[in-house]
């Protein structure tokens, strides 16, 4: 059955009761909504976040550079809730004019130097630490097209499958049907690159699995949008589920996925912050 036809107005008009759960905080224009600076700890890198798909990419990245012996990658993880407005204070704003989690401060060097857009974070890591990315320029550029394969992909995801299938006031049933389809033609094309090779940009996990683990991930298992996992049809994604689970199983994957969450760390400022986490989640 067709929904009922809605005709545009000439003029679009913000209408702040249009519902859903993030009416309250949503505006159709970018700055600071308050004054608010930003809290700074002793290490590193500074992040402000939340354990969103995109959040959990920066988090995972840095424990995996710990993991692998990069002591300069320590860092600082700062809760954002976006649900009270947090990132639309000054001092987030200066970090990232866009106001979307998550937003990072390299103080490595001698000038501060700000970062915003998940995906450029983990490229600044990657060659920051000459890690989780090829050196050679074919295997580079493999991996940077996949990274930003995701990247595009997100928003049909995200704002586009999983808002108006799981959080819109309202289904529509042409969003839902033009969202799950593109959902589960990107699905395809992982599963089909995955099906002959071990990892998305050849034999080496890269900054790219990173980037789509944390998206694709969360919806193959279910975490994601309710009851994704049965109305996509997950399962048939056979070669996604066996990197899913691989990728799952890493334990910097496993501590960056608790960072900034309400069941790990709301915030994480040292290592030993995960001897409060329950053993069972790691």
């Known amino acids: 059955m067709a929904d009922a036809e809605y005709t545009p107005p000439a003029v679009w008009v913000w209408d702040t ?9 949503n505006r159709p224009t970018a700055g600071a909504q308050q004054e608010k600076e930003l809290p700074v700890g002793k290490h590193p890198f500074q992040l402000y976040s939340l354990g969103t ?7 995972i990245m840095l424990e995996e550079l710990l993991a692998a012996g990069h002591t300069g990658a320590e860092y600082d993880a700062w809760l954002i809730n976006i649900g009270q407005g947090d990132q639309f204070g000054s001092g ?3 970090l990232n004019p866009n106001s979307k989690i998550p937003a990072m401060c390299d103080r490595s060097g001698d000038k501060p130097m700000r970062l915003f857009e998940s995906g450029a974070m983990l490229l600044h ?6 890690a989780f990315i090829p050196q050679d320029l074919a295997g580079r550029t493999e991996t940077i097209c996949w990274l930003m394969w995701q990247m595009g992909s997100a928003p049909f995801i995200g704002g586009g499958y999983g808002h108006f299938y799981h959080y819109a006031p309202v289904k529509i049933e042409y969003a839902i049907n033009r969202y799950a389809m593109e959902t ?6 992982a599963d089909n690159q995955l099906k002959t090779t071990r990892f998305l940009a050849g034999d080496e996990y ?4 990173i980037a789509a683990f944390t998206w694709l991930g969360n919806l193959y298992t279910g975490e994601a949008y309710g009851s994704t996992r049965e109305f996509l049809q997950m399962q048939e994604y056979e070669a996604v589920g066996r990197w899913v689970e691989e990728i799952g199983a890493r334990p910097a994957v496993k501590r960056g996925r608790l960072v900034n969450t309400g069941k790990g760390l709301p915030e ?3 290592a030993s912050d995960f001897d409060k986490v329950d053993p069972a989640l790691l």
């Open 17 to 25: 009761t249009n519902g859903g759960p993030f009416a309250s905080i």
């Open 53 to 59: 798909p995109n959040g959990q990419k920066v988090t």
């Open 92 to 94: 987030f704003v200066e």
């Open 125 to 130: 890591l990657a060659d920051k630490f000459k």
């Open 184 to 189: 589960k033609r990107l699905f395809s094309v």
């Open 206 to 209: 890269t900054i790219a699995d």
């Open 268 to 270: 994480r400022h040292d």
